[in-house]
Structures are given as C-alpha cells and as structure tokens.
C-alpha cells in the first residue's frame, strides 16, 4: 500500500517558523518527484523535490520555503520561514506532482494523498 503522512503543523505567529514533513510508507520516496500543496480556493501547488534534484517554488512562497530530502527517513520537508497569515492552510503532500495540472480539492487529484496537516498563521 502507498502512503504518505504528513507532520510538523501548527499555531505559530505570522514571522514564526513551520518544518513539514511527508513521509512515505510502501515506496520510497528517493525514488519519486514528491509535492506540497495547501488548500485554499484551489489546491495550490506550493513547491516539488524531484528525485533528480531539482525543485520547484511557486511565487507565493518563494524566498521563504524551503524544500529538502532525508532519504533515510524516507521523508520529504518543506521548511516554512517567515510565516504570514496568508500561508494558512491545510498542507498535504502527493506523488507524482503535477504541476501543469490544476486541481481544486487537495487529495482528490492525480497520484498518492496524505491526509493533511493543519498550518495557522496568527497576525
């Protein structure tokens, strides 16, 4: 079974710090292209790893993400500074990303879903 779990969300205040995690059970990530997202009028696609390095950001976040790999931990992390009350959302990750694609409900696009983690940004 294919499976992604996200983690690391919270209540922090808008300049404070988020590290989200997505982790993989019954593949392995190193292998796949590995995407954030979070829920607003459309599932917006926040940033990609790609299994051969190369990373995507979309303009709302970028200067202030960070996306990044620990294949031994089967996880990917999307590091969050700078948080503003714009940025809350629920946040999920999916595999395969598909950036051309526009999808209206997180989970219900193309590809493998985790459940979510919830990211509040008080101003």
């Known amino acids: 079974e294919l499976q992604l779990m996200e983690s690391g969300g919270g209540s922090v205040q808008a300049g404070g710090s988020l590290r989200l995690a997505c982790t993989a059970s019954?593949?392995?990530?190193?292998?796949?292209?590995v995407g954030w997202y979070r829920q607003g009028p459309e599932c917006e696609l926040v940033s990609i790893s790609s299994k051969d390095g190369t990373t995507y950001y979309s303009d709302s976040v970028k200067g202030r993400a960070t996306i990044s790999r620990d294949d031994a931990k089967n996880t990917v992390y999307l590091q969050m500074n700078s948080l503003k009350p714009e940025d809350t959302a629920v946040y999920y990750c999916?595999?395969?990303?598909?950036?051309?694609?526009?999808?209206?409900?997180?989970?219900?696009?193309?590809?493998?879903w985790g459940q979510g983690t919830q990211v509040t940004v008080s101003s």
């Open positions: 999916a595999t395969p990303p598909r950036r051309y694609s526009r999808i209206y409900t997180c989970g219900n696009g193309f590809g493998h």
């Open positions: 019954g593949f392995t990530l190193g292998d796949s292209d």
